[in-house]
Nanobody, 133 residues
Framework: HVQLVESGGGSVQAGGSLRLSCAIS????????LAWFRQPPGKEREGVAA??????????YYDDSVKGRFTISQDNSKNTLFLQMNVLRPEDTAMYYC?????????????????????????WGQGTQVTVS
């Protein structure tokens, strides 16, 4: 079964950058909906960015709060999911999680918006802390 392990978190000053990685193991050849979530201190978890390619299409989603600053991507082997975070703000401070959901039928695909908050992800990483001061 799929396992996810995040890394790359840390402490950074406002305006700085971090690159989070999520190592994906055990995935099959089927398509996966992949996403980054975050949970700020004392707040609920929120969707940050997501990407999905399958059934002849693809899309990338960003929450409005990170558009233009964060970039989600995968390596060519699809074994690592990245989140490049630039121009970080104190409000970006949170525990960041990657999540994966195997999509085997079109009816469960995240099209058209690929909004991760509308999907029930079945696999989560343990999280990596990002602190911006």
């Amino acid at each position: 079964h799929v396992q996810l392990v995040e890394s790359g978190g840390g402490s950074v000053q406002a305006g700085g950058s971090l690159r989070l990685s999520c190592a994906i193991s055990g995935r099959s050849n089927e398509n996966y909906f992949l996403a980054w979530f975050r949970q700020p201190p004392g707040k609920e978890r929120e969707g940050v960015a997501a990407m999905y390619t399958g059934f002849g299409g693809g899309n990338i989603y960003y929450d409005d709060s990170v558009k233009g600053r964060f970039t989600i991507s995968q390596d060519n082997s699809k074994n690592t999911l990245f989140l490049q975070m630039n121009v970080l703000r104190p409000e970006d401070t949170a525990m960041y999680y990657c999540a994966a959901d195997r999509i085997t039928e079109y009816g469960r695909s995240p099209f058209p918006t690929c909004d991760p908050t509308t999907q029930d992800f079945n696999t989560w990483g343990q999280g990596t802390q990002v602190t911006v001061s």
